[in-house]
């Protein structure tokens, strides 16, 4: 019993003194109230990690959804109206697509005189950055059109064989945020 008056210090306020069990559960209950609140600011920073990483992923998602589209859309179709390079202002959708696997030049060129914000547009390339580009298939650039990034490593990428003039090339769709 000696020993607890050392180790619990008595103080005078006014008139009433504290024993040492109060002293003990006042300490208890602030070094509860401690670990909760670490462990609660641990578990709030672990859930907007997983929120963000969530977040991210929808948004690779739907910049792959918007690529795929955007390719479909130049190489499997001819564009509504089919003549839309007549009058580009009247087209509800552009396509590249003269015969199976085969894009029209002409096409191609018409869609490189298109402004940049159009193109977006009429591809359904809205809330994305857009590039696409031409190669050989030794790798050679030919051709390129849209926005042009630098650093491509964050970008979705669809490559598609297609045929220009007779001849096989790659068709490559870049979109990113």
């Given at each position: 019993m000696e020993t607890k008056k050392h180790l619990c210090k008595k103080r005078k306020t006014g008139t009433n003194y504290f024993d040492c069990k109060g002293q003990i559960i006042m300490l208890d209950l602030f070094l509860?109230?401690?670990?909760?609140?670490?462990?609660a600011s641990m578990l709030?920073?672990?859930?907007?990690?997983?929120?963000?990483?969530?977040?991210?992923e929808q948004t690779v998602n739907q910049m792959n959804f918007a690529a795929l589209n955007a390719s479909d859309s130049l190489i499997?179709?001819?564009?509504?109206?089919?003549?839309?390079?007549?009058?580009?202002?009247?087209?509800?959708?552009?396509?590249?697509?003269?015969?199976?696997?085969?894009?029209?030049?002409?096409?191609?060129?018409?869609?490189?005189q298109l402004d940049y914000?159009?193109?977006?547009?009429?591809?359904?390339?809205?809330?994305?950055?857009?590039?696409?580009?031409?190669?050989?298939?030794?790798?050679?650039?030919?051709?390129?059109?849209?926005l042009k990034q630098d650093n491509l490593n964050e970008a979705v990428v669809v490559e598609r064989i297609i045929k220009l003039n007779g001849i096989e090339r790659r068709l490559f769709v870049y979109v990113w945020k």
């Open positions: 509860a109230a401690l670990v909760f609140l670490l462990l709030f920073a672990e859930f907007g990690k997983i929120d963000s990483k969530i977040l991210t499997n179709s001819p564009g509504i109206p089919s003549n839309w390079i007549n009058d580009a202002n009247n087209a509800t959708a552009i396509g590249l697509k003269e015969k199976k696997q085969a894009i029209s030049e002409k096409k191609w060129n018409a869609l490189k914000a159009t193109m977006k547009e009429l591809l359904g390339i809205n809330n994305f950055e857009i590039r696409i580009e031409l190669f050989d298939l030794k790798n050679n650039f030919i051709d390129g059109l849209g």
